[in-house]
């Protein structure tokens, strides 16, 4: 019986499975001496090779990506309090001071958030720099316009007089703000981390998998979560092809799950630092605030847990040439040498093809 069983599993594995490209990484044979993926039809497999020095690895089609000459310098990258060598490496309407990115004083005229200095908000009911709101006052209607380590917590969108700055990861489950979905989100101002709509939308206990992570599954009805919180709710996350030879696929981490907590409890210690409180209301969660003022060893290890946390299932079974092709920023913090770029966000659409 055990044995039909096993078998019906692995034949029904081959067929799904096969919707998921694989890769293997190789060496010799590719097409052209710039390529770094391409797929052999005979064999269907994409092969892929790292491309050398400065070069990275852009997709020209899902089947088809060539080594590039990476532009190494973007200018005005760097928030009001991140380091810089010359005004072209500042935002907007900064400049640079003493190698640190200084934006407009108080009560100037602003056109955007980046344009203030640290400590300060684009006012929107007259476009002015003006301090951001301390933690417990009203008026806020987003993130930015409270301190840096505290968010919106939001019961209105159209009166910023009944929100409030709330310091993050304060609120205990089953507090309530608006904008959580059915499916819950990551929400920082909850101590859990995590918020759902159960009917109200609140802080709740995060969900953690059923199954022992890695995960292996064939679409997201196999990502479940342990039933969590009073009403004992289920949730789910995505099943994703793995950047493997087998075509296999994992779920992705639910934000109880122990290696998405190992990041979590990263972010927490940002937000606690007073590092956190050294740059531009936008730049509280930019790579450009936490190099310039976390330690080299500290970012890299922010980086490595983030990027393991948020690709999971891409990453799990991959090997290091598939990573240093996909996720140069990861595989940088896992050698020596130092990344740059934005974190936080636009990490979900990174992928291959
Ligand atoms: C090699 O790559 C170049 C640049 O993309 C392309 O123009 C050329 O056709 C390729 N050659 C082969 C043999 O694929
Ligand atoms: C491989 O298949 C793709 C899509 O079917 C096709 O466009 C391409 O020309 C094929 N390449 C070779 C080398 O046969
Ligand atoms: C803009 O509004 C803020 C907040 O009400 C106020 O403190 C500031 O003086 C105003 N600035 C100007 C130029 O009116
Ligand atoms: C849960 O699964 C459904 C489909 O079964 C999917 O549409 C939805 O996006 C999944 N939820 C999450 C949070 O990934």
């Known amino acids: 019986m055990l044995g039909v069983k096993i078998l019906f599993i692995a034949l029904a594995s081959r067929t799904v499975f096969a919707t998921c490209p694989s890769y293997q990484c190789e060496i010799k044979g590719f097409p052209n001496q710039s390529t770094c993926l391409y797929l052999d039809n005979s064999t269907n497999i994409n092969y892929v090779r790292p491309c050398k020095d400065n070069y990275a690895c852009v997709s020209i089609s899902s089947t088809f990506s060539e080594c590039q000459y990476q532009s190494p310098y973007t200018p005005n990258t760097q928030v009001a309090g991140a380091s810089c060598s010359y005004d072209q490496d ?123 992570t890695p995960v292996i599954c064939l679409k997201d009805s196999y990502c479940l979560s342990k039933p969590i919180g009073a009403s004992g709710m289920i949730f789910n996350t995505t099943c994703n092809c793995g950047f493997n030879d087998r075509s296999e696929m994992f779920c992705s981490l639910f934000p109880g799950d122990s290696v998405y907590n190992e990041y979590d409890s990263m972010v927490r210690d940002w937000i606690e630092s007073d590092d956190i409180l050294k740059c531009n209301t936008y730049g509280r969660f930019g790579a450009g605030c936490m190099k310039t003022h976390w330690s080299s060893s500290k970012y890299k290890e922010f980086t490595r847990k983030m990027y393991k946390a948020y690709n999971y299932a891409q990453i799990i079974t991959t090997d290091d040439c598939m990573i240093e092709i996909s996720f140069p920023e990861y595989f940088k913090a896992l050698d020596t040498s130092s990344g740059a770029g934005f974190i936080f966000a636009a990490l979900l659409g990174l992928s291959l093809v």
């Open 90 to 212: 500042c935002v907007s309407t900064n400049t640079c001071v003493n190698k640190i990115c200084k934006g407009k004083p108080i009560y100037s005229n602003c056109l955007s958030h980046l344009d203030c200095d640290v400590g300060l908000y684009c006012y929107p009911g007259n476009m002015t720099c003006v301090n951001q709101l301390k933690k417990g006052y009203i008026g806020c209607m987003e993130d930015a316009h409270c301190v840096n380590d505290a968010g919106c917590q939001v019961f209105s969108s159209s009166n910023p007089q009944n929100n409030v700055c709330t310091e993050y990861f304060s609120l205990a489950d089953y507090e309530v703000m608006i904008g959580c979905s059915q499916s819950g989100d990551i929400n920082y101002l909850c101590k859990s981390g995590f918020c759902a709509n159960v009917g109200t939308s609140v802080c709740h206990p995060a969900p953690e998998s059923a199954k022992t």
